[in-house]
């Protein structure tokens, strides 16, 4: 005979599963990458850097 199954973690395990390939998906969909994070923060620093030589002194 066999073991009786609990069926609360048989439920929580699949939301879970479906959790993770829903966030997999919407990462690959909505994300950045490394790469694109780091030169969206040169090109920033580099826009403040030049707003700031630009702004005259009252």
Do not use: C, H, W, Y
């Amino acid at each position: 005979m066999k073991k009786p199954t609990n069926l609360n973690k048989f439920r929580k395990t699949k939301i879970r599963i479906k959790n993770t390939e829903r966030g997999n998906s919407n990462s690959i969909k909505f994300g950045q990458t490394k790469i694109d994070k780091q030169a969206n923060i040169v090109k920033n620093t580099s826009q403040e850097r030049r707003l700031d030589q630009l702004k005259r002194e009252p």
